[in-house]
Each structure stands twice: as C-alpha cells, then as structure tokens.
C-alpha cells in the first residue's frame, strides 16, 4: 500500500506559521540568557521597582556578598543585552529597565516569579532558597548607606536629621508595604523628597520652581494620576509631591495601568502625608480627603471634586482621568503661562 505524504514545503510553511522567526529567537534568547542567574535576576527586580525607575549601583552592590569586579559583570551583562541602561551622575551610576522592556519585565516579576514561589515543593531542580526574591539580609546596613549617600548630598542639612528622616521615612511605609523586600529603594526616594522639602524650608528666599502637592485618601489613585500628569507636562520646571492622609499598600491596578500609558508607573507608590510637603508646597491639592491638610498662610489650596478611580468602571476612570488632564493642564496654564502643552487627546 502506498501512502501518501504531504507535501513537505507545505508542512514547513504550516510550522513556521506557528512558531517564532528566527531572528527574533536569537534576540529573545538573548535576553533570557541575561536574567537567567539568580542575582541579576534580583538586581532586574530591584531596579524595575525602584520609586523613580532606577537604583544607583551602591544600592545593588548590597543584594549580595560578592566583589565590585562581580556586581559590575553581571551589571553588563543586562546591558549588553539591551535589559538596562545606565547613566553616571556625581559619582554613582544608575540604571534602569529600557524603555522598551518595562512591560515585559514587569510581567516577568508579577507572573513567573510569584508561579515558582508557589509551585509544587517536588518540582524538578526547584530549590526553596531560590524561590522569589528575598528581603535584604541587612536593612540596618543597607538604610546606613543610604544615609551616607543623602548626608553627601544634602550638606547643608544637619546629618543627625537626614539620620532621622530616613529612618522615620522607612518604618513610615514599612507599615503598610505590600513588598517589603523594596523598602530600603522606596525609603530612599521619599526621604530624598522629604529633604528636598526640609532644605525648601529652611531657604525660602532662594528661588525655586513651583512645587505643588496633591493629597487623597490613599495616594494610589487620583493624586497619583494628576502629579503624574504635572510631570509628563511640565518635567522639571514643576516640583510635583503626592501624599496620601491614610496611604494604601499599592497603586490601584487600574490606575497602575493608566500610569503605565502616562510612562510613570515606576514612580508610584503610596506616600504618607507630612507637614513639611505641606509647608515647602505652593499649591496643595486635596482630592477627596477632607480637611486633612494643615493651612499654613502663603500656601494656595485648592479642592478639586474627582471621582474615586478605585470604585468606577473602565469609562467611569477614562473620563477621570479626563477630568484630571483638563484640570491640570488649567492649573499649569497659571503656573507657567509660556509652557507649550501638547494638544488633548480626542
């Protein structure tokens, strides 16, 4: 009996329907081969959490006990591969996620490495020290050589205060982290800011740009969108804060997704209100959270009536985040009247 064989140019053609070209095989594997070890894997992570997107290599030289020469190869090695970029400023350098690769890093960190923790304890060449991504062993060591790095650069404050912010700026989000493995990262940038705010106060008669700061309830929605949105604007020329007066422990997801369209979800993250945001601000926005803020003369306040993202439907935050843009695009109008601002999206 004779059988007969498809024809095999059209097998081939099914198959490479159904598969990757080859090309971008060879460029997949390459990225894949970069954050297949353990440590650059948690330097990945630490870098794509970091409140402003990036961490300074004195920050990622703490994840391990290994050499300057190690931490600088493995640190190459994401870079060669196009996972990260860096950029020297003073004496450190700092890096972070390419552009291009935000989402598919965050993916990577908010799927697989959640799915290991959680896989089966016989799963082949699983180890249990392997599995997601620990906290530092030495936050005390790791806090002091943040306050090393802020005392250089906040001289003109007492080092005794910068000692003081960051520790009361770490216990302040450690209570309600949702991942405290980035506390040291996160304590950095709001400590940074809270000392911004001190030196601020301290020279009121140096200029400065206008700084504004919105307050809502949980600083994971609408203060989180409007300063992100300031941002995208206005960049340096506005000194933008949010806060929360009762702080969540993340971004809601839906705004997180908006962030992610504004390019500023690796900003975001929940902040409790301090009185020195309020004193070294020139506009205070609350939205939605009452009389929280104390009133402090000079200081401008507003009270702008947004709906609550957390509660609404995806036309319901479209149309919020609508009302956010307009709002801010007035207020920059006031702010910056020679500030050129991109047309409204239809």
């Not at 800011?193 to 301290?202: C, N, V």
């Not at 409007?226 to 933008?240: D, K, N, P, S, W």
């Not at 993250?269 to 104390?294: E, N, Q, W, Y």
């Amino acid at each position: 009996m004779t059988t007969t064989h498809p024809d095999r140019d059209t097998c081939l053609s099914a198959v490479e329907a159904h598969t990757i070209d080859p090309e971008l095989a060879v460029a997949a594997a390459g990225v894949l081969k970069a954050v297949a070890d353990p440590l650059r894997l948690r330097m990945l992570a630490l870098i794509a959490s970091a409140p402003d997107g990036e961490a300074c290599v004195c920050d990622l030289s703490e994840l391990a006990e290994v050499s300057g020469p190690t931490v600088s190869h493995h640190l190459k090695t994401l870079k060669d591969a196009g996972v990260v970029t860096s950029a020297r400023r003073g004496t450190w350098v700092y890096y972070r996620v390419a552009e291009d690769l935000v989402p598919t890093v965050r993916a990577l960190m908010e799927t697989l490495v959640p799915a290991v923790a959680t896989a089966p304890s016989d799963r082949a060449g699983a180890k249990d020290e392997g599995r997601g991504i620990p906290e530092l062993d030495n936050v005390d060591r790791a806090l002091a050589k943040v306050e090393k790095d802020l005392v250089a650069r906040f001289p003109d404050l007492d080092a005794s205060t910068v000692v003081r912010v960051v520790r009361e700026s770490h216990t302040a989000l450690s209570r309600r982290a949702a991942i405290k493995q980035h506390l040291v990262p996160l304590t950095r940038h709001f400590a940074r800011q809270r000392l911004a705010d001190l030196r601020k106060i301290a020279s009121p008669d140096v200029p400065h740009a206008p700084q504004v700061l919105f307050v809502c309830v949980q600083n994971a929605g609408r203060s989180q969108l409007a300063a992100a949105l300031v941002h995208r604007y206005a960049g340096e020329r506005v000194t933008v804060r949010s806060a929360g007066s009762m702080p969540a422990a993340s971004i809601h997801a839906a705004v997180r997704e908006r962030l992610d369209a504004i390019g500023a979800a690796h900003a975001a993250f929940p902040k409790p209100l301090t009185d020195d945001a309020v004193r070294a601000s020139d506009v205070v926005i609350t939205m939605g959270c009452g009389d929280v803020c104390p009133i402090y003369p000079g200081t401008r306040y507003e009270d702008w009536q947004v709906g609550d993202p957390a509660v609404a439907s995806p036309a319901g935050i479209a149309a919020i985040v609508d009302d956010i843009d307009q709002r801010v695009r007035a207020l920059l109008r006031q702010l910056l009247p020679d500030l050129e601002l991109p047309a409204a999206q239809p």
